[in-house]
């Protein structure tokens, strides 16, 4: 992914907030993926309109961190995503 | 006052108490129009008159829910015989489960599929016994059941579900494969499972009929490496190998009781799929005993739970916790112990006698499928 990507959540894919273990999973095609704190915060920006460089500035503000290190992690746990269709870019 | 009593320590509290279900297949029914001679349902199959009905089935989910399971398959048979579908799938996304259909196709129509969509339905997984109306129409033992699917799959498309192919993979379609995967893209599949059969239920049945040859499971690997690389990012591939040609055991369920359930149609709750093979196992139906209570503390889950049960071979093994002794059912049929490592394992006492079996079976012509049959 390149920063100018726009990344989305393709249907068949969610959000969820499992109750019984405390934590947020990502549900997909025989997928549940239990999310840390990175992968939380990142997917929480995942909205379909705004590119991986607008996403990576919001997250480096919150977290006060370098906008390159910010994303060159959003971009590789991005990818990792896209690799497995769990994310798709517009 | 209160006065203070160690409490009796049986085995029973000292185990600890197993970790929340993931997954939940729903045998919503064993009917089906076809009739695949690797049916995974049990040889003996179980009439619609002792079906769950729509509002049992919302119980189990809301039960299911509560115990910790995200993801839901209904299957059966095929679940679309169900003329209550649409309701179940409803009940399932009430519950807040992922709701996944495993089915043939035949029974949906572009209408239903609507239906089921207005309703939640998160993702649909289609079966495919062939690359053509030939192959495939033989292997489904239903004239006209690839032509309706191919139907099928043109509106899971043009109404947008996720699709999976999931397609079984054995002696007389494996060198089909490359245009398997090929199909399977062409329906705008975004996942496919390369299934090869595993020699349960009724496949166990017609093993000599299906079994690869080693030269075929050769190919197979190779296909599938060079599809991953064609089709990156594309489609996504996942491979199940015929785990009688591997060199150790599949950690089949991840673990007996450790990950998933199965309901039978009838309530009844079973580790998995094969269980019934089993003999000895005490199955609970939860219609009469709850879900939590059979998950954490039924006699046929903690039968194989942990590694007390494990023969010395399995439990001093260094692969003991990756593939947790292999699968037990396929000990049951081929050792005819349970317990018994799986005799796939190069260190199985048993493996020399699979080899000779594998041999034999494919050193000769395949004979004809024994389909799988309701009870009349």
């Known amino acids: ?90 | 006052m209160t006065a203070v009593h160690p409490a009796p320590v049986s085995a029973r509290q000292v185990r600890p108490p197993p970790e929340a279900p993931l997954a939940m297949l729903a045998e919503l029914t064993h009917r089906c129009p076809l009739a695949c001679p690797y049916c995974s349902n049990p040889l003996e199959l179980t009439g619609r008159e002792r079906e769950l009905t729509a509002e049992q089935w919302a119980g189990v989910f809301r039960q299911a829910a509560g115990l910790g399971v995200l993801q839901l398959h209904l299957s059966g048979g095929e679940p679309a015989s169900r003329p209550d579908l649409v309701q179940i799938v409803t009940a399932a996304r009430e519950a807040g489960l992922y709701t996944n259909l495993i089915t043939s196709g035949i029974g949906l129509t572009g209408r239903r599929l609507e239906e089921l969509d207005a309703a939640g339905l998160d993702h649909v997984q289609l079966s495919l016994q062939g690359v053509n109306a030939g192959i495939a129409d033989h292997v489904g033992g239903y004239k006209g059941g690839f032509d309706r699917k191919m139907m099928v799959a043109a509106e899971i498309a043009r109404i947008g579900f996720p699709l999976t192919i999931n397609a079984v993979m054995h002696r007389h379609n494996l060198g089909d494969l490359a245009q398997t995967i090929a199909l399977a893209h062409r329906l705008g599949a975004r996942r496919i499972e390369i299934a090869c059969v595993q020699f349960q239920g009724w496949a166990l049945r017609n093993r000599a009929a299906l079994q690869p040859t080693r030269e075929q499971v050769e190919d197979a690997k190779r296909i599938v490496a060079q599809a991953r690389v064609d089709y990156a990012g594309r489609l996504s591939i996942d491979f199940v190998p015929p785990d009688y040609f591997a060199d150790f055991p599949k950690a089949c369920m991840n673990g007996w009781g450790s990950t998933g359930l199965n309901i039978a149609p009838d309530g009844k709750v079973l580790p998995c799929h094969a269980a019934e093979i089993i003999p000895g196992l005490q199955f609970q139906n939860v219609l009469t005993t709850p879900l939590a209570e059979i998950w954490n503390d039924g006699p046929a889950f903690n039968a194989f739970r942990g590694t007390d049960w494990m023969p010395e071979l399995c439990r001093a093994c260094d692969r003991r916790d990756i593939d947790h002794g292999g699968c037990r059912c396929q000990a049951m049929a081929l050792a005819g112990d349970a317990r018994a490592t799986d005799p796939v394992c190069r260190r199985s006492p048993h493996r020399a006698a699979l080899d000779a079996l594998i041999a034999a079976e494919t050193g000769v012509a395949p004979p004809p499928f024994e389909y799988r049959r309701m009870p009349h």
């Open chain 1, 1 to 90: 992914m390149t920063p100018a990507d726009r990344p989305f959540l393709p249907r068949g894919v969610r959000l969820h907030q499992d109750r019984v273990r405390g934590v947020p999973v990502l549900l997909g095609p025989e997928t549940a993926l239990m999310l840390d704190p990175v992968g939380q915060a990142v997917l929480a920006e995942v909205d379909g309109r705004r590119d991986i460089a607008a996403i990576s500035e919001a997250l480096a503000e919150r977290y006060a961190a370098p906008v390159e290190m910010i994303q060159s992690d959003v971009i590789e746990f991005l990818d990792d995503m896209a690799a497995r269709r769990l994310v798709e870019v517009a």
